[in-house]
Structures are given as C-alpha cells and as structure tokens.
C-alpha cells in the first residue's frame, strides 16, 4: 500500500510564503515523476508543478517564478515552495507520484488546504 502525506498548508497573508511537503511511504520501489496539483473552488483540478526523473521542471503559467518544486529521491518526498502568494493560489493542493515502470501507475495524496488573504 502506497501512502502520501502532505503537510505545509495553512492561512497566509498575500505576498506570504508557504512550503508544501509531501512524504510517500509502502510499497512503491521507483518514481518517475513527482508533483503537485490544486483545486480552487468551482474550478477543474490543474497542474501547478511537476518534475520528472530526467526532466527539468514544469510549472504552471499562473506560478512561474513564484513557485518552485523539488524532490529529495532519497526520501521520496517532493517539496513545493511558494513564495509572493496570492488570493487566486487559494486552494487545495494534492500530491501526486507517478511510478516509473510500466504500466505506470499515479498516486494522489490526500490535499491539503492553502488559503491566502487579501
């Protein structure tokens, strides 16, 4: 059973910072791709930042040079910085891991909750 932990959300003031965390742990032996998505309310879930294994960054328009994501390989553990935060960054935000062999396989963490004030 794979499991992904998330932590690092809350209330911040606009132009605030927050760091999101997510741990994954059981049994997922190879990752390829790590990344986090959020989903605003009223709104479709959408891609803010994904990093593959030989593969630079992605990142969403909207938080390009705000946000930046990382991974610790060896802790399976995925990091997103997220610096000049905005009303519109209000969200909830999940962790999603992709597996690296074929068929690949996606896990989703469980959200947690980014709020930012005007």
């Known amino acids: 059973q794979v499991q992904l932990v998330e932590s690092g959300g809350g209330l911040v003031q606009a132009g605030g910072s927050l760091r999101l965390s997510c741990e994954v742990s059981?049994?997922?032996?190879?990752?390829?791709?790590m990344g986090w998505y959020r989903r605003a309310p009223g709104k479709q879930r959408e891609l803010v930042a994904r990093?593959?294994?030989?593969?630079?960054?992605n990142y969403a328009d909207s938080v390009r040079g705000r946000f930046t994501i990382s991974r610790d390989n060896a802790k399976n553990t995925v990091y997103l910085q997220m610096n000049n935060l905005k009303p519109e960054d209000t969200a909830v935000y999940y962790c999603?891991?992709?597996?690296?062999?074929?068929?690949?396989?996606?896990?989703w963490g469980q959200g947690t909750q980014v709020t930012v004030s005007s």
């Open positions: 059981g049994s997922i032996f190879s990752i390829n791709a």
């Open positions: 990093i593959s294994i030989g593969d630079g960054p």
């Open positions: 999603n891991v992709q597996t690296l062999w074929y068929p690949r396989v996606e896990y």
